[in-house]
Each structure stands twice: as structure tokens, then as C-alpha cells.
């Protein structure tokens, strides 16, 4: 069995900063890329950034320049430092894994979400 389990949401006012951890867990052999997504009431769960077992970043437009993905491949741990948030930035944000664990796959896993508002 492998796990993802998020950390680190909350309430912050515009303008702050927020730093998401996504640790994996369980039966891993190997995990390729990892991504963090997010999903807003009404709308449909979108992609924010993902890295790459090399670590090569990609991030979506609304937040080139403000959100941060790194990884440490130690601690089987995604980051996702998010400075100046606004308040579209609120969403339930999912942390991805492409993970190869000890049996067949690879697999896609997901957490189980962690909310991040943005709000004065």
C-alpha cells in the first residue's frame, strides 16, 4: 500500500504565504513525478505544478512566479511554497504521485486534499 498524505493548508489573507507538504509512504520502489492540483467549488480540479523525478518544474500560468514545487527524494516528500495568494488562489489542493511501488506499475496515487483559503 502506498499513502500520500498532505500538510499545511489553512487561512491566510491575501498577499501571504503558505507552504503545502506531500509525504509518501508505504510500499515505494521508486516515484517518478509528483504534482500538486487544486479544485475550487463549482470548477474542476486543475493543474498547479508538477517536478519531475530530475526535478524539472512546470507550472500552470496563474502561477508562474508565485508558487514554488520542490522535492526531496530522502524523505519522499513534494513542497509547494505559495507566496503572494490571492483570493482565486482558494481551492482544495491534491498532491500527485506517479509512484512505482513493490508489486505492479507504475501508479497514479492521490492525497486526500488539503484546504487552502485566501481571505481578508
Known amino acids: 500500500q502506498v499513502q500520500l498524505v498532505e500538510s499545511g493548508g489553512g487561512l491566510v489573507q491575501p498577499g501571504g504565504s503558505l507552504r503545502l507538504s506531500c509525504a509518501a509512504s508505504?510500499?515505494?520502489?521508486?516515484?517518478?513525478?509528483m504534482g500538486w492540483y487544486r479544485q475550487a467549488p463549482g470548477k474542476q480540479r486543475e493543474l498547479v505544478a508538477t517536478?519531475?523525478?530530475?526535478?524539472?518544474?512546470s507550472y500552470a500560468d496563474s502561477v508562474k512566479g508565485r508558487f514554488t514545487i520542490a522535492r526531496d527524494n530522502a524523505k519522499n516528500t513534494v513542497y509547494l511554497q505559495m507566496n503572494s495568494l490571492k483570493p482565486e488562489d482558494t481551492a482544495v489542493y491534491y498532491c500527485?504521485?506517479?509512484?512505482?511501488?513493490?508489486?505492479?506499475?507504475?501508479?497514479?496515487?492521490w492525497g486526500q486534499g488539503t484546504q487552502v483559503t485566501v481571505s481578508s
Open positions: 517536478i519531475t523525478s530530475g526535478s524539472s518544474t
Open positions: 508505504g510500499s515505494i520502489f521508486k516515484i517518478n513525478g
Open positions: 500527485n504521485g506517479n509512484i512505482i511501488p513493490y508489486g505492479p506499475g507504475p501508479v497514479d496515487y
